[in-house]
């Protein structure tokens, strides 16, 4: 991960110059979208965060895998479609995902953890970590 990849995902200067050891100024680096792709999900929480994300089949044709959520302490997750439908090898199909802060009786902590896991009827699955910074 570059300095200009982390600047686009909304870090300050400090905390980016932490990682780079020297100081940085991302209003002067270009930046690349926080949006990649990954599998993975590294939330900084403040207000609700809605994420896309496209994935391919590589597993059978007419194929349908449905999400199971293991939402992070304090965070409610929201995914949609909840189910996807493959007719064909290397289809792709995207989804959406919503992070929002819940309130909670109970003390959560700066940091707190979940996925999410896509799972086919044929007990084919893919997990997809999530990891919640909160601000």
Not at 49 to 77: L, M
Not at 91 to 100: E, G, H, L
Request: net charge neutral; charged share 20%.
């Amino acid at each position: 991960m570059t300095i200009f990849h982390i600047s686009g995902l909304g870090y300050k200067d400090e905390e980016v110059g932490i990682l780079a050891h020297k100081p940085v100024k991302c209003s002067e680096n270009p930046s690349i979208p926080g949006e990649l792709n990954y599998p993975s999900f590294s939330v900084k929480l403040g207000p609700s965060q809605t994420y896309t994300r496209t994935v391919t089949n590589v597993g059978e044709a007419n194929s349908s895998y449905e999400v199971i959520i293991i939402a992070p302490k304090g965070v409610d997750v929201i995914v949609k479609p909840t189910k996807l439908y493959f007719s064909e090898l290397n289809q792709k199909a995207t989804y959406s995902i919503t992070f929002t802060r819940v309130e909670s009786d109970y003390r959560i902590g700066e940091f707190t953890q979940g996925y999410i896991k896509w799972v086919s009827a044929n007990y084919y699955f893919v997990r997809s970590p999530i990891a919640v910074r909160f601000e």
